[in-house]
């Protein structure tokens, strides 16, 4: 499963949500991904709001870590190293 390792440093490009939407569904689309990043100036210490999916919600498949992908789309393609594995795999 896929954790949060630097939100403070996410600066909301988004490439994360699109990446996990095509694992998905094989089309970019924000409402298909697992993550969903909120950028605000309401979070200035913390970067962005994100959210990983661990169960469906509406539109949001939950995360599966890419299965069958070679690593985590968000873990491999985050130019700010915002997400990994958890247990540090």
């Known amino acids: ?3 949060l ?3 403070e440093a996410c600066t909301g490009c988004l490439i994360c949500e699109l990446a996990c939407s095509f694992h998905h569904t094989r089309k970019y689309s924000r409402a298909n991904s ?4 909120e950028k605000s ?3 200035p210490t913390e970067g962005a ?3 990983i ?12 870590s890419c299965e069958n992908e070679e690593s985590p789309l968000c873990v491999r ?3 700010e190293d915002v997400f990994c594995l958890k247990g540090g795999e």
């Open 41 to 43: 100036i309401f979070y």
């Open 5 to 7: 390792e630097r939100p």
């Open 53 to 64: 999916y661990e169960t469906r919600k509406d539109a949001h498949p939950p995360c599966d």
């Open 1 to 3: 499963m896929i954790r």
């Open 77 to 79: 393609l985050c130019p």
């Open 34 to 37: 697992s993550i969903r990043v």
């Open 49 to 51: 709001k994100i959210t």
